[in-house]
């Protein structure tokens, strides 16, 4: 197979995930960075073993060279980074959300599709090996007809009055903080679960910091610490959100929160039919729990060799080994590359077609929180 070259643009929190990620992709290189300064650019790509750094953007897509861009950087500059690339011929792989509105995503959507362009989002939670078991056993019919689907994803991290991430402006990550960062995986596994589609939602989303102190330094994601002086700011995006939902006859309760005490990253899944049900938590992701109304329950652990054939294809190592959330990536960034070398083969991974889907569903949120009432989704 040919060498597939490749940057990553962003060296915070998720850039280093996508670098450290990359690192273990058969036949791809990472061959240039890109920050916001030649400074930081150069300091990870130092620590990558990359040669080329930037702190312009604009030189990755200058570089003919460059097959495909990785896009890690915050929520406002999604949407130009990923335009400017597919306009240069190149594939693209997105952090979520897509973009900052359902137009935004919309045209990058049709531009993909225009320029035959693989493109992928990375709602890479879709890849742990007992979420693909929990799904093929409902492909197989193991649950029945699917009823209720409900769940959280609950964090810690924005509890404090003192905590402070770019997350909390919404001119940099949108109308949307706890819904768009951490709800839209939740809806997105859900989906991709089930096989069902949100229709109609009921949202009620809650400030409980109406002022935060910002550190004049700026913060880092999940770092826990403000250092220095700091500015009382006014927050208009959510701290916590709850929804309900309809799957067309099924029926479902979500929340999401940042500031749930203890929980760092509690996202959890639970569907119930009419033949038995299951929930996973990504806090314990090794285990997927099977319920039934008259035999007992079981808990199954990951163990490829006891998996389905096709959930087993996202388990590299044994029964016993654990993978986790560096795993998650490095299973779609292995499938993106697969389709990029096989412009034939089926993506087997989100699209922006699917965060497309996701900023429709935040859309139905915010104005269902607005109006205080049901509001549909569009297909």
């Keep these: 197979m ?19 990620a990359l690192r273990r992709i058969e036949h791809v290189d990472v061959v240039e960075v890109a920050a916001t300064s030649a400074e930081k650019a150069r300091a990870a790509a130092a620590g990558y073993n990359v040669l080329n750094a930037t702190g312009d953007w604009q030189d990755v897509m200058r570089d003919p060279s460059i097959d495909a861009v990785h896009i890690a ?13 597919l306009e240069a011929g190149k594939h693209v792989l ?6 900052m509105s359902s137009a935004q995503a919309q045209a990058l959507t049709d531009l993909a599709a225009a320029k035959k362009l693989r493109n992928a989002l990375c709602h890479n939670l879709r890849f742990y090996p007992m979420v693909q078991q929990m ?28 905590d402070w991430n ?10 949307s903080r706890v819904m768009a960062d951490i709800g839209s995986h939740f809806f997105d596994m859900a989906e991709h679960v089930t096989g069902l589609k949100v229709s109609a939602v009921c949202s009620d989303l809650q400030i409980f910091w109406p002022t935060r102190k910002q550190p004049k330094g700026g913060g880092e994601t999940f770092s826990g610490k403000t250092v220095g002086e700091t500015i009382d700011t006014k927050i208009v995006t959510e701290d916590f959100g709850t929804t309900l939902f309809h799957m067309g006859k099924a029926r479902g309760a979500m929340t999401a929160s940042q500031v ?9 899944l639970e569907i119930y039919g009419t033949k038995g049900g299951a929930s996973w938590r990504q806090e314990a992701p090794e285990e ?14 990951k163990d490829p060799s006891l998996l389905d054939r096709h959930a087993a294809a996202f388990a590299d190592y044994p029964g016993g080994h654990a993978e986790g959330y560096p795993d998650t990536h490095k299973q779609l960034y292995r499938r993106f590359y697969a389709s ?26 915010l104005a269902s929180h607005e109006s205080r009432a049901w509001v549909d989704v569009p297909a």
């Excluded at 997105?94 to 973009?99: D, S």
């Excluded at 770019?166 to 109308?175: A, L, T």
């Excluded at 749930?260 to 959890?268: E, P, T, Y």
Aim: with cysteine; charged share 25%; net charge neutral.
């Design 2 to 20: 040919e060498r597939i070259r490749t940057a990553v643009i962003g060296t915070g929190f998720m850039g280093r995930v996508h670098l450290e």
């Design 288 to 301: 997927l729990w099977l319920g039934h109304r008259d035999a007992p329950n079981q808990v199954l652990m």
């Design 340 to 365: 990029i070398a096989d412009l034939s083969a089926k993506p087997d991974y989100p699209q922006f077609v699917d965060g497309l889907r996701q900023m429709k569903i935040l859309d139905a949120e």
């Design 135 to 162: 799904r093929a056993m409902r492909e197989a019919g193991a649950f029945g007809e699917i009823l209720v689907v409900q769940g959280t994803y609950s964090q810690d991290w924005m509890l404090y009055e003192t």
């Design 94 to 99: 997105c952090e979520k959300p897509l973009a």
């Design 260 to 268: 749930s005490a203890g929980r760092k990253n509690g996202l959890v």
């Design 166 to 175: 770019w997350r909390v402006d919404p001119k940099v990550s949108g109308p």
């Design 73 to 85: 950087t915050p929520n406002d500059s999604h949407f130009p980074i990923a335009k400017a690339a």
